[in-house]
T-cell receptor, first 114, second 113 residues
Framework: KNQVEQSPQSLIILEGKNCTLQ??????????LRWYKQDTGRGPVSLTI?????NTKSNGRYTATLDADTKQSSLHITASQLSDSASYIC?????????????FGSGTRLSIRP | NAGVTQTPKFRILKIGQSMTLQCAQD?????MYWYRQDPGMGLKLIYY???????DKGEVPNGYNVSRSTTEDFPLRLELAAPSQTSVYFC????????????FGDGTRLSIL
């Protein structure tokens, strides 16, 4: 069964600290993995996209890693800011010959405290 | 550019009523999607479209209908509202199906009472 599991469900850290969010997936055949940031009351916004051959992708203070062998990804946030408070969603795509399947994780809710 | 625009932002319906959630994008994307997001759950795909005149069911299509008469617009229709359809609905669009990001609207919060 295609699944995307994220951990932790929620996380609270102090402003300026680093943190790492985890994503494990069983989606097959794998096409790409995306991380989205979703602010409260807003739609998700894309942070990174990684294909099978990529194992690291950065977007400012956000760095995503992918281990396609173990089917794991992480999102590392450096020097957190109050504006990083949001839900972070891991999304994995499988592409078949005539269709595509996109599986969303349930997200990690991150709170940054001053 | 406005990106993906959804209307209304909030709506309360009575059981059995019908309504249409509007979605428009100005990025000339061929691919458009409707999702629902329930509390503590991942987004679930309701319907998607790969171009004007072409739509297909997603994971949870029951109780919904869509149409795609233009590239820009992708409305979602609820015919007989039920409490189980209380959710936040997101519309998204993308340039391609695989390695391009989806651009999301800010959602429609729908309550069925």
């Amino acid at each position: 069964k295609n699944q995307v599991e994220q951990s932790p469900q929620s996380l609270i850290i102090l402003e300026g600290k680093n943190c790492t969010l985890q994503c494990n997936y069983t989606v097959s055949p794998f096409s790409n993995l995306r991380w989205y940031k979703q602010d409260t009351g807003r739609g998700p916004v894309s942070l990174t996209i990684m294909t099978f051959s990529e194992n690291t992708k950065s977007n400012g203070r956000y760095t995503a890693t992918l281990d396609a062998d173990t089917k794991q990804s992480s999102l590392h946030i450096t020097a957190s800011q109050l504006s990083d408070s949001a839900s972070y969603i891991c999304v994995v795509s499988a592409v078949y010959s005539s269709a595509s399947k996109i599986i969303f994780g349930s997200g990690t809710r991150l709170s940054i405290r001053p | 550019n406005a990106g993906v625009t959804q209307t209304p932002k909030f709506r309360i319906l009575k059981i059995g009523q019908s309504m249409t959630l509007q979605c428009a994008q100005d990025m000339n994307h061929n691919y458009m999607y409707w999702y629902r997001q329930d509390p503590g759950m991942g987004l679930k795909l309701i319907y998607y479209s790969v171009g004007a005149g072409i739509t297909d069911k997603g994971e949870v299509p029951n109780g919904y209908n869509v149409s795609r008469s233009t590239t820009e617009d992708f409305p979602l229709r609820l015919e007989l509202a039920a409490p189980s359809q209380t959710s936040v609905y997101f519309c998204a669009s993308s340039y391609s199906l695989s390695n391009q990001p989806q651009h999301f609207g800010d959602g429609t919060r729908l309550s069925i009472l």
